[in-house]
């Protein structure tokens, strides 16, 4: 796939593709043939309540296994959700992410590979590579050696179908394993939690000392710290907090895995990271592959962390990186134990967001997983590696955690309306921001009261259901799941239409339901200008216009914030939006095209208000050659605003509006 010798074109960016839309689907039949989480009938969920944390208890006397340790590992597997009896992304299944990867590929063949980035470049000779063009074999979707099924269904005498679908079932596996790997290590059964440090390691399935380590030392801290929540079957399970906690001595030295080959990896201490370069080389016919080298944050100050999913599997993915006429991210986390990988020196320029702008000023971190299969869930031990390398590169690069700087690839802008249609909605809706936040350290919470001009979007992610369709089938119902988004209507009314995206649809287009349709949709985090009240509804400025979504009392959707907004300039009856903070023209110096301000189908017309998360100024990194001596960064004098349009951000001109407090008057 050459790359052209000339310059590319003045408009940066990609030209019209397919949209990256996943096919990974997941059967909606399949969720209503599964076994029931306990049991059948009525009489079940009469009995639900309590039921876990009594099988807890259960397993942890009958394998002589800490109660609080089986609670800790169980936690950071899956938060003691049961998904219903759905595998994750690497073929867990239940409360302790028992793995049986035969089973989870005839259950859902499907699954492949990648999202892998795009590089927004603008050069036409380098196609959209589609998820479906990309794809590995469905049998590399999951490591051969997770099959602890088997070895939990040896140990307990218990039929893999019951470890598999049964709650109660799938702890006592969980104990048999951590019990047997305990035995393994020549350490007795202690009823201490301090002589369970190794064989935690150990449960995390990890093959690298580091993420073993990490691993376990998350175990600790969530035993330490103490947690309490309802699951997606409705189960209250409370781990009591035990402050003072620690390993016992020598433990850590037990655990007895590889080291990692770190190489000049970027990671905070304590987690487990490999270096695993992408290639930067040429590839022939004047194209190379596949990043561009930078001195980032001297030449380029870095603002930006973009959160994908891949699409795929983990060593798909790893393939893919390391492919030269691919392209290429920073960073891939792995679902089933967190182990982390970084592909991109940091300082260098991935091709990964589908916007030039934005991959000149971002990090790419992809995470091992499904959009349109709700159900192929995140591990915790996966959220918790990646909040903590994000929160490691916010602060070292001055990155603030919120959700104008920590985007998920589908909150980055087209560079300009006709690529809108093609640009990416992973991680999707099903992606829980809202937990992410929390693990960051800048959980969402309400910063005003109802004057403060302003919302920002926190539903109750598991009570939080919207209707989606097109997971398997165009059209088709997904599953019903928690969900991180509220949509947005024309009216205060489900019956209203959906608010229309003029860049995504077209002039005349709806807005739908689509899993992978963003036009009328808002995310936890993000935060919106209030527009109005009316009973249990609230209007937000969206995309130019006046969007509602219901905002009981009962059951708020969001909390009242207060911060600065803009609004177009006195006389003016509307002004441009841009996917890019470009220069003016007089700017270039002679042998860097001039990178055209072209506006976005979008206008925010007079007396509306949108929320600011930023102030930059004008930048264009001209990078087109192999040979970085032509490499040159543009500055200007244009100053932008960032600001939460509608789903995506985007960028107006300083000298287009005014700045204001939000709060009302």
């Not at 043939?33 to 059948?40: I, N, W």
């Not at 951590?178 to 290590?185: K, N, S």
């Not at 099903?430 to 800048?442: Q, T, V």
């Not at 209507?489 to 899993?515: E, F, I, K, N």
């Amino acid at each position: 796939m050459p790359r052209s010798a000339p310059p590319p074109p003045p408009v940066s960016g990609r030209p019209p593709a397919p949209a990256r839309r996943a096919r990974a689907a997941v059967a909606v039949a399949a969720a209503a043939a599964l076994l029931p989480l306990f049991g059948t009938g009525t009489a079940a969920h009469a009995d639900a309540s309590g039921a876990l944390q009594r099988a807890f208890a259960d397993a942890a006397g009958k394998y002589g296994v800490p109660r609080s340790v089986l609670l800790g590992v169980s936690y950071m597997e899956s938060r003691w959700d049961g998904h219903q009896g759905v595998p994750s992304v690497t073929g867990g299944y239940g409360p302790m992410h028992l793995t049986d990867a035969r089973t989870a590929l005839t259950d859902h063949p499907v699954r492949q590979a990648g999202d892998g980035g795009d590089d927004g470049r603008g050069d036409t000779s380098r196609p959209l590579i589609t998820r479906t063009q990309a794809a590995a074999p469905a049998t590399a979707s999951f490591p051969a050696n997770l099959t602890t099924v088997d070895r939990a269904a040896a140990l307990t005498g218990l039929a893999a179908a019951d470890l598999r679908e049964r709650p109660a079932a799938n702890v006592a596996g969980g104990a048999a394993l951590l019990a047997a790997e305990q035995r393994r290590l020549g350490e007795p059964l202690s009823a201490d939690p301090a002589d369970w440090y190794a064989a935690v390691a150990r449960y995390s399935g990890a093959d690298d000392r580091g993420t073993a380590d990490s691993f376990a030392d998350d175990v600790f801290d969530v035993i330490r710290q103490g947690q309490a929540r309802t699951t997606d079957s409705g189960q209250r399970v409370v781990l009591a907090a035990r402050p003072g906690l620690a390993p016992a001595a020598g433990q850590a030295a037990r655990v007895g895995l590889r080291a990692d080959d770190t190489g000049p990896a970027e990671c905070p201490p304590g987690l487990g990271c490999e270096w695993v370069p992408a290639p930067y080389q040429e590839t022939g016919g004047g194209d190379y592959g596949n990043h561009d080298l930078a001195d980032r944050p001297q030449d380029i100050k870095i603002d930006t962390i973009v959160i994908h999913d891949t699409e795929g599997s983990w060593d798909t993915s790893l393939k893919l990186v390391q492919d030269p006429t691919y392209l290429a991210w920073h960073y891939t986390v792995r679902s089933s134990d967190g182990h982390v990988a970084q592909h991109v020196p940091v300082k260098d320029v991935g091709w990964h967001a589908g916007n030039w702008y934005t991959n000149a000023k971002s990090i790419g971190i992809e995470h091992e997983g499904f959009l349109t299969d709700p159900d192929a869930w995140y591990t915790e031990a996966m959220y918790r590696s990646s909040a903590r390398l994000v929160r490691y590169l916010a602060q070292k690069y001055d990155v603030p955690l919120n959700r104008q700087h920590i985007l998920g690839h589908d909150n980055v802008p087209g560079p300009t309306g006709a690529y809108v249609p093609g640009m990416h909605t992973d991680p999707g809706p099903y992606w829980d921001w809202g937990h992410y936040m929390a693990l960051l350290g800048a959980p969402v919470v309400p910063t005003a009261g109802p004057w403060g001009g302003e919302v920002t979007i926190d539903p109750d992610y598991a009570a939080n259901q919207p209707a989606y369709t097109g997971c398997a089938t165009a059209g088709a119902a997904c599953p019903a799941h928690g969900s991180e988004a509220v949509r947005l209507y024309t009216a205060p009314s489900q019956d209203a239409p959906l608010v229309r995206d003029v860049a995504l649809h077209g002039a005349g287009g709806a807005s739908t339901t689509d899993v992978n349709d963003v036009g009328a949709r808002a995310s936890t985090g993000q935060q919106y200008a209030v527009a109005g009240r009316q009973g249990d509804w609230t209007a937000i400025w969206y995309l130019g216009q006046k969007a509602w979504f219901r905002n009981p009392a009962s059951a708020p959707t969001a909390v009242d914030a207060t911060g600065l907004v803009v609004t177009p300039k006195k006389g003016l009856a509307s002004v441009p939006v841009y996917g890019r903070a470009y220069p003016e023209a007089s700017a270039y110096p002679a042998g860097v095209p001039v990178q055209a301000l072209t506006p976005m189908p979008y206008t925010i017309p007079a007396g509306q208000r949108y929320v600011v998360g930023g102030r930059v100024h004008g930048e264009y990194d001209y990078s087109v050659t192999f040979d970085t001596a032509s490499h040159q960064v543009v500055r200007g004098t244009n100053v932008y605003y960032e600001i939460q349009l509608g789903h995506r951000v985007e960028y107006v001109l300083a000298s287009d509006v005014t700045l204001l407090p939000s709060a009302l008057s």
